[in-house]
């Protein structure tokens, strides 16, 4: 029992008291504490265990540095793991549990890991598990590994809200730089958002509890809050910076307390202002990793916002003037204070329970051992933007050098220490002026750790990474810092190495016998801390991340009880009551079919036909007004890209009917080569899919249907590949000759308003016909009958139109068009090239399975049904050269079966087209 | 994110666009005899220039296809060209 409350003090309400318990005891503390600053209060000094040797870990920080307490909390019965104890707000009722230790972080089972740590240096679980295979361990290294526990239940309404904002200056921090550059850019009329990570503004001006220009830090902080506000300028506190991306657009994550998804803001900065402040560096000595040692500046912290004493009998290890600022402070919370100048010898922890330190040839007593090894201005944002970094000796660390656009920094983060000088550098760069030199620079040593002793000295607390670790790395070669990194995981644990790295980069140094700025540093990622993947999608997520898209006539297909389905982005009936009664009911009488989907591009103006002709492989010039065309498109890679048919309306104007899932593809190609190459004011593309409804009659029984339906259609006259105008009532509407099923077809496109009516007239018809609704499994199968393709199934990234037996552009057409010279290369003239075949077998063959000789693949199966029409199975297939081998025997290899099987042509019905005007 | 200016909404998010070729590139006129070489090289030769680059770009929600000139290096955008040469 070491920590305790002070008497007065800090930024807690002491009037309401809250209940919680850590590790299935019972504690207390105040409104405005952390998890981590009630424990301490209550002299609780095991918050955890390190990840590797499960060795005890007390709290190291006070904020998102700290690296050791990691806590699932359970609050009404939800559980949120892996909750940094430091960054969590108290709240009554809260169960909080240490990760990675069981059964609790005092008394951890694992804990006697720690016994065998010479066996266990870096890389051990690389060199050690690899044999005789790494999956023998796998299962159990998984079990042992990670950190917190999912309690597996989603919370409901856990959803970030997204803003977009943009700001003149964005200032990142509000201790007395970010305040003071806020202040003095609002009042000279710039639009400034100032954003703070912890709730209340003031950064390090509480720790250091001296006057700030002559007023007392709450007065003051308080009084530039209020100038801020009344300037026009804005403050989110709780908020926290997690990233640059680019063009200065600064992503933000704003708090809403426990279990509740944090606000995503995407700021877009016309300049950001860096005032982040710095961080404590660690010393390393021997058993550095003791709870009870602590960051200095996290104790300030603790006894300045939360009335927390780290201990009573504090030694201070620090090579700065920090601590010797800090000394009347703790002592005036009843602590005994001695300090040590860490550059003078190195230390030692003395004692499991801390009990003393060595130092200098002496033994100091103490419980409580803070040590301050210089600063680490936190510069992520600015490695984030692309900014340079510059090694100041004076400090010892790394400062912001060259800025990225729209970039700068000033304070602690610009590696200003001083407070005067820190203000004036804010004030300066927030109106983008130089700042002026410092007059108070604060110089700090650099500490070297003691790389000749055998003691255990810690870099990373969490991940039990040691100075020996880090010799191990250098002796195998692992010296380049990203190596370092990656074989030792110093910095990977969920503090990212925000205390640890620089220790790290400086032991390295050391056995190199370089400069920390010839060592490097690893690269600076967002997040800057754990934000949750919600963040990033809000609400963004199923429907309204890829929303369906629907038929106008939905609630007439569920009347009619159809089963639905997404078939290419869109809601269709996939069947009514059974496919194979539906298409049987189609071949021999008559099927009523939503084609709605299909594209409905039109192509205007008095460049279409010569356009047309372009992006089309077959020549589409020639087509007369009221004549409809099939056709593919190519890439210019020459490989078929759609298929579909095109209508002539008159000279001037084309529909293009293209596939059903294809429709934003085809028009962003078209516009595409409008726009590009083409004379844009001469043809015109529109995409009327969503204004028109489809609905094909198909079927023997199809004319009598369209006898009675009455469009005003010339029926008499009615040539397969033409199409007319004709009307339902008072609605004009077009009636197209095309066929997906091989039988007579009707296509009628009328305005997606009027197709209710027109559905129940047709649908009426139909029944009375002996016919009924079909879906869209139906005509699959008919399709594959006739062995009409469908692009993407029966295709490939290969497939050529010639692949598919049409030729005669290839041959024949002179006039330029996408793809065609790709058409005589090479490749495209091999004697091997798959091409489309029909297979006969006894069985169905699986989609997707191999036609192979011997062991060689020389095709595979694209669309496989059980032919109800036919009664027996049928495939499509691509194979080498197959239009030669039509009546040959192959055999289709899947999953280690090989089923025997006929090659035909690819058709199974009616090859001469007799049905189409039967 | 990057922002892209768009001649005809001006700047907006990069989500909103989508590359669609490098600037410059002349089709070959394929009614007249075209080398496999010279092919090959309009079908698949890119500068993929480190530095300064100008791409053909499409803003999806409104179709405007032109020309975009940035830095591949440095992520900047040095402005932007219609394909049309008519507006004003």
Not at chain 1, 41 to 56: L, T, W
Not at chain 1, 664 to 677: I, K, Y
């Amino acid at each position: 029992m070491t920590g305790f409350r002070t008497p007065q003090g800090g930024l807690i309400d002491r009037s309401k008291p809250l209940e919680f318990t850590f590790d299935g005891r019972s504690y207390s503390g105040f409104q405005g504490d952390t998890l981590a600053s009630a424990l301490l209060a209550n002299g609780v000094r095991i918050m955890g265990r390190s990840f590797k040797y499960h060795r005890p870990r007390g709290v190291w920080g006070a904020w998102f540095d700290d690296p050791n307490a990691i806590f699932d909390v359970t609050l009404n019965g939800r559980t949120l793991p892996n909750c940094a104890a430091t960054t969590t707000a108290l709240i009554d009722g809260m169960q909080a549990r240490a990760v990675n230790a069981f059964p609790t972080a005092k008394h951890d089972l694992k804990g006697v890991l720690d016994r065998f740590h010479a066996l266990m240096p870096a890389g051990f679980y690389y060199k050690t598990f690899i044999w005789p295979n790494w999956h023998l361990f796998e299962g159990m290294i998984r079990k042992m590994a990670g950190l917190g526990r999912l309690d597996g239940e989603l919370i409901a309404g856990y959803q970030s809200a997204q803003h977009h904002d943009r700001c003149d200056l964005l200032v990142v921090g509000g201790g007395g730089a970010g305040l003071a550059a806020a202040r003095h850019a609002a009042e000279a009329g710039q639009n400034v958002l100032l954003i703070e990570d912890h709730p209340a503004l003031g950064g390090g001006l509480f720790r250091r509890a001296l006057p700030v220009e002559g007023q007392s830090p709450a007065d003051w902080i308080a009084a530039q809050q209020a100038a801020i506000l009344a300037a026009g300028g804005r403050i989110l506190t709780g908020t926290t910076a997690f990233g640059v991306f680019d063009h200065n657009m600064v992503g933000l994550a704003q708090d809403h307390g426990f279990a509740k998804a944090p606000s995503l803001w995407r700021i877009r900065a016309r300049r950001i202002l860096m005032t982040t402040g710095a961080l404590e560096r660690p010393v390393t000595f021997a058993n550095n990793d003791r709870p009870g040692v602590m960051g200095l500046d996290g104790a300030l912290e603790y006894l300045a916002r939360y009335g927390v004493a780290a201990g009573r009998d504090i030694a201070v290890l620090s090579n700065n003037t920090f601590a010797t600022a800090a000394q009347p402070l703790l002592e005036q919370a009843g602590c005994k204070v001695t300090l040590l100048d860490a550059t003078r010898g190195p230390a030692k922890a003395i004692g499991k329970t801390l009990r003393a330190v060595d130092h200098n040839g002496q033994r100091i007593a103490c419980d409580t051992l803070l040590v301050s090894g210089g600063r680490t201005p936190v510069v992520h944002l600015w490695r984030h933007a692309g900014g340079k970094l510059d090694w100041n000796n004076t400090i010892s660390a790394f400062v912001p050098g060259h800025a990225p656009d729209g970039m700068a920094a000033a304070g602690a983060a610009n590696g200003t220490y001083d407070l005067d000088d820190a203000l004036s550098e804010a004030r300066a760069v927030a109106l983008n002026h130089a700042a002026p030199p410092a007059r108070k620079p604060v110089p700090m040593p650099l500490l070297q750790p003691d790389t000749n002793s055998n003691t255990r000295q810690w870099i990373d607390l969490q991940h039990d990474v040691t100075l020996k670790d880090i010799k191990l790395a250098a002796q195998e070669n692992y010296v380049s810092v990203e190596h370092l990194k990656r074989y030792t995981t110093l910095g990977m644990a969920p503090d990212q190495g925000k205390t640890a790295n620089m220790a790290g980069l400086a032991a390295m140094a050391q056995l190199q016998g370089q400069s920390i700025p010839e060592t490097g540093t690893t690269t600076f990622r967002p997040p800057f801390v754990p934000v949750p993947l919600e963040l990033y999608h809000g609400a963004r997520r199923g429907q309204l991340f890829n929303p369906l898209k629907r038929l106008p006539l939905e609630n007439r297909h569920r009347a009619a009880g159809a089963a639905l389905g997404e078939y290419g982005g869109w809601l269709r009936p996939a069947w009514y009551s059974d496919i194979d009664a539906e298409v049987r009911m189609a071949r021999n009488h008559v099927g009523l079919l939503d084609a709605t989907p299909l594209g409905k591009i039109e192509v205007m103006g008095p460049d279409a036909a010569k356009f047309l002709d372009f992006v089309y492989y077959n020549t589409i010039a020639t087509l007369k007004p009221g004549h409809i065309r099939y056709g593919f498109m190519l890439t210019e890679g020459g490989i078929v890209f759609d298929d579909g048919v095109v209508a002539r309306m008159d000279p001037n104007r084309f529909v293009i009917s293209c596939s059903s899932s294809h429709v934003a593809g085809v028009t962003a190609l078209l516009e595409s080569w409008r726009q590009d190459g083409n004379d844009p004011d001469r043809v015109f593309i529109h995409d009327t899919t969503a204004n028109w409804a489809t609905l094909t009659i198909t079927g023997p029984q199809a004319k009598p249907v369209m006898q009675a339906l009455d469009l005003g259609v010339d029926l008499a006259g009615f040539a397969h590949m033409t199409w007319q105008t004709g009307h339902f009532h008072d609605t004009p509407l077009r009636v197209a000759r095309v066929s997906f099923t091989g039988d007579t077809s009707f296509e009628i496109t009328l305005p997606s308003a009027q197709a209710e009516p027109f559905w129940d007239t047709a649908l009426q018809l139909v029944q009375a016909e002996n016919g009924g609704p079909i879906g869209i499994e139906a005509v699959s199968h008919m399709r594959a009958e006739k062995g009409f393709i469908i692009i993407g199934k029966d295709t490939d990234g290969e497939t050529m139109p010639h692949d598919l037996g049409f030729s005669i552009p290839r041959r024949k057409k002179r006039a330029a068009f996408v793809g065609d010279r790709s058409l005589h290369s090479e490749t495209a003239n091999r004697p091997d090239r798959r091409q489309l075949v029909g297979l006969r077998s006894d069985t169905l063959l699986p989609t997707g399975a191999h036609l192979v000789t011997g062991k060689r693949s020389i095709g595979t199966v694209t669309s496989s049904y059980h032919s109800p029409t036919l009664n027996h199975p049928i495939a499509l297939a691509l194979l080498e050269n197959g239009a030669n081998r039509h009546g040959e025997a192959i055999t289709v290899w899947h999953m280690d079966r090989e089923i025997p099987a006929t090659v035909t042509a690819p058709c199974f019905l009616d090859p001469k087209g007799d049905r189409l005007d039967a | 994110m990057q922002q892209f200016p768009c001649p005809f909404c001006g700047l907006r998010d990069e989500r909103e666009f989508h590359f669609a070729a490098e600037a410059g590139k002349i089709r070959p006129d394929t009614t007249q005899p075209v080398s496999d070489a010279d092919w090959a090289a309009y079908l698949h030769n890119r500068k993929n220039p480190k530095g300064e680059t100008r791409e053909v770009w499409i803003h999806t929600p409104c179709a405007e296809v032109f020309i975009l000139k940035r830095d591949t290096l440095s992520m900047a955008v040095l402005g932007c060209e219609p394909l049309r040469k008519d507006i004003p």
